[in-house]
């Protein structure tokens, strides 16, 4: 059940970001919104973590005022959802996209897998954890090298963790 709970955080996420980077940048291919929108996220979190405010309280007011700015794109997919149909996807190369719901199938599976990657668990979620405890970047000695690590990429991952 708490596989579950994560994967649909993680949508709600990831559709956080679509609505951010459709703030910024406007264009057909979801794609990039999501990317730049993950971007927003990672420097809201680099601010707020320079400033000592880096707590889920700061983050989701970060997200409603995303929502608040949001809300035609909002009303505008829940439109699209009511009259979506996978009927057009399966038209034409049945065969390739029937590859590639198993490749997503699959993957799906294995997001549930713990990680144990050597550098995972010995500096970044040290680095990713420290960020959350203190509510900022402190540079501490989390991890043998923490203070010549560049964080941001941690801080992609801990804006999530913080906020769920």
Do not use: C
Not at 53 to 68: K, T
Request: net charge neutral; charged share 10%; no cysteine.
């Amino acid at each position: 059940m708490h596989n579950i709970i994560i994967f649909f955080q993680a949508l709600l996420f990831i559709y956080l970001s679509y609505l951010a980077g459709g703030l910024f940048f406007r264009t057909t291919k979801r794609v990039y919104q999501i990317m730049v929108g993950y971007g927003i996220f990672g420097l809201a979190g680099l601010i707020l973590g320079f400033l000592g405010l880096f707590w889920p309280r700061y983050l989701w007011a970060f997200a409603a005022i995303i929502l608040i700015f949001s809300r035609k794109q909002i009303l505008e997919d829940l439109e699209n959802v009511k009259h979506f149909s996978i009927k057009p996807f399966f038209q034409d190369n049945i065969f390739l996209k029937s590859l590639l719901i198993i490749w997503l199938a699959a993957n799906f599976l294995i997001a549930f897998v713990p990680i144990t990657g050597h550098d995972t668990l010995e500096y970044h979620l040290p680095i990713i954890r420290d960020i959350i405890l203190n509510g900022e970047l402190t540079f501490s000695p989390a991890g043998p090298s923490y203070a010549y690590l560049p964080v941001f990429g941690e801080l992609f991952y801990a804006v999530p963790l913080a906020m769920f």
